[in-house]
């Protein structure tokens, strides 16, 4: 499960498509002037007192729309209709509109010489659009349309089977999670993959209108404007990648070598063969993105910890709010604020029966000050509970950097903001359960493998899936992938990363990225790669920070004063620096490195090895 924030309308780091700019630069007027004169020159090249008038406009103004867009999108998410979803569209388009306006404007000044901060903010400005749109207004219709028409596409989509029972993806998805049946799986795989067809034509379109709204910003493609947010060269950024996933690479690869040779015990050699990649209807996610769904087929003897935190919950007497409550104990024990006021009265923890609501679990921060809060239908289990601490990891860093500029209230990069959240969750260990009073007794060490397995086929099992979707894009956005090759280059980049593969035939006529929400809705995805790195190297230095000895698995950060005010300390600067310096806050590095994974999970790789040896298996694929 990818759980992340609202759609943030400020600088509208969203599509932004609406009402781009017409080129109105009528320089040269119909008179006798030459329009080459010296003066002309001079008045054409923008200055430095020009550009940060510019800037301080600009965040000045979305700052205010900001304000208004977060209220409308929250009135629309808690209570859909379509007068409440027409007036979100409005505000949405406004906020568009804004920053497309101020993208391009902010491209004029590009060559500027500024001070670290204004050159920073203007970059914001210039580079923050996911679709820019052409300038050419017809263009930037068209644009507008197709987007529109693939969001519908793929939130219309279902899949009717022969009794004439149709399931939309949510349904399918359930589907794949619990059934062991691979006939079952494999008609609901190429099922949902049928509603991406259509978005072909529509996609190549989109990332030609894309590529040249990119370009108006002084961009060479789309790929090189998404990897320029990151505070280094866009290669630079690329090979950074690369680095960490060849730190990964082997626990990947003993993890799916694992998880391979027990799927074939289960199926047998007909559908799950012992070598090669994995058909991907087989892992209990429809994008076989996360294993977490396929634990019992591949969970080992006396896995069982001893406890299940939803029965835990229910014989405390834990409702929704209590839960709620119990998390942001987790961040007042650490130093933190107790939560405001508003946060009460204004956040939803319970779907309503009186309306429709949209329930997926999300963090809002309405002000930009202290008016945060968190939207979620909450299930009284141990999934949800961990989320909440999740969104509130969100809410708190928030609220840590309100006093920066507005520009800068974001995260150091996008792969920050999920990130602390799931720190957080990594800290709710069974030592955690025991001191808040749910838990009697911590499992011995001989538990540890059954519920790293847990994790690793989730975290872990995601790695590779969370790189690969971006890389695909690049490569489409570059050129390097033509529209001829879209499918068989998707299927090529699975196969590399993950070691998955089609479980049937599939062609040129498929369009099976286009079954995965993020592409046709234009959402970047490598921020997620990063989160499931990072949050492991802020949880071991966390954990170091508190003076914690054992194994960094069986860490929480709870209580930790230390710990929260080094967190804190990151939190506060937002966007404000580049990410190395955040980062270096934290962990006393200004590099990401996965190594704290590796260490996280060693009793797991060294136990997987085991069990690949002893079973004679052929790992790789």
């Known amino acids: 499960m990818v759980i992340s924030l609202n759609r943030r309308s400020k600088i509208a780091l969203t599509v932004a498509l609406a009402l781009g700019l017409t080129a109105c ?16 020159v001079i008045n054409a090249t923008p200055n430095k007192v020009q550009a940060i008038a510019f800037i301080n406009d600009a965040e000045a103004k979305m700052a205010e729309l900001s304000i208004e867009s977060n209220r409308a999108e929250w009135i629309y998410s808690n209570f859909i209709t379509d007068d409440t979803a027409a007036l979100s569209a409005a505000v949405g388009e406004k906020v568009s509109a804004a920053s497309v306006k ?58 009717c089977f022969a009794d004439g029972k149709c399931m939309t993806q949510p349904e399918l998805s359930s589907l794949m999670a619990e059934s062991r049946d691979p006939v079952a799986l494999l008609e609901a795989w190429k099922g949902w993959r049928e509603i991406a067809k259509p978005m072909r034509p529509l996609f190549q379109r989109e990332v030609e209108l894309a590529n040249e709204g990119a370009k108006d910003l002084g961009y060479a493609n789309l790929s090189e404007l998404w990897r320029s947010q990151y505070d280094m060269k866009p290669d630079d950024f690329s ?48 994008w076989a993105q996360q294993w977490g769904n396929v634990y019992d087929l591949v969970a080992p003897d006396n896995a069982d910890p001893g406890y299940d935190v939803t029965e835990l919950l229910a014989k405390n007497g834990y409702d929704e709010h209590k839960m709620v409550k119990q998390a942001e104990g987790f961040f007042t024990s650490l130093g933190f604020a107790p939560l405001p006021e508003s946060f009460w009265a204004r956040s939803l923890f ?37 989320v909440i601490h999740h969104e509130l990891g969100h809410n708190f860093y928030q609220r840590a950097y309100k006093q920066q500029p507005f520009l800068f209230k974001n995260s150091a990069n ?83 990363y993950q070691g998955v593969k089609a479980p ?44 914690d000895k054992g194994p960094v698995h069986r860490c929480s950060i709870y209580g930790n004063q230390a710990a929260g005010e080094k967190l804190n300390k990151m939190l506060e600067l937002g966007l404000s620096k580049p990410w190395p310096e955040a980062l270096k806050e934290v962990t006393g590095k200004e590099a990401m490195d996965a190594k704290a994974v590796l260490d996280y999970f060693a009793p797991l790789k060294t136990w997987l090895d085991e069990q690949n040896t002893a079973a004679n298996r052929q790992c790789g694929w």
């Open 25 to 40: 630069n009528d320089a040269q007027s119909k008179t006798d002037k030459p329009a080459s004169t010296e003066a002309a």
């Open 102 to 159: 101020f993208a391009t404007e902010a491209a004029k000044y590009a060559n500027v010489d500024l001070d670290p901060v204004n050159a920073r903010k203007l970059n914001i400005l210039r580079s923050a659009l996911v679709l820019p749109a052409p300038l050419d207004p017809a263009k930037n219709a068209e644009l507008a349309q197709i987007s529109s028409e693939l969001n519908g596409l793929y939130g219309k989509g279902k899949y």
């Open 239 to 286: 090979q950074e990648l690369d680095r960490l996933w060849g730190q990964v690479k082997p626990l990947y690869e003993s993890l799916h070598c694992y998880v391979r040779g027990e799927l074939n015990k289960e199926y047998g050699d007909s559908v799950a063969p012992t070598t090669g990649p994995i058909p991907a209807h087989l892992l209990g996610n429809m």
């Open 350 to 386: 319970v779907q309503p029966k009186d309306r429709d609501v949209v329930c997926h679990a999300s963090a809002w921060d309405l002000d930009n000050l202290d008016d945060i809060r968190i939207k979620m239908c909450i299930q009284k289990t141990a999934e949800d509970f961990s």
């Open 414 to 496: 996008d792969g920050f903001h999920e990130a602390i959240g799931d720190t957080i969750a990594l800290s709710i260990t069974p030592s955690y359960l025991k001191q808040i009073g749910l838990l009697e007794e911590v499992p011995d060490v001989s538990k540890d493998i059954g519920l790293l397995l847990k994790q690793a086929l989730d975290k872990i099992a995601f790695l590779p899936f969370g790189l690969m979707i971006d890389q695909w894009r690049w490569k489409v956005f570059s050129g390097e992938i033509t529209p001829a090759q879209y499918n068989q280059a998707w299927w090529d980049l699975r196969e590399k």
């Open 504 to 547: 049937t035939e599939r062609s040129e006529a498929d369009f099976d990225p286009g079954a995965k929400y993020h592409v046709p809705g234009n959402v970047p995805y490598t921020r997620y790669f990063l989160a499931h790195i990072l949050q492991f190297q802020f949880h071991q230095a966390l954990c170091e920070t508190a003076g």
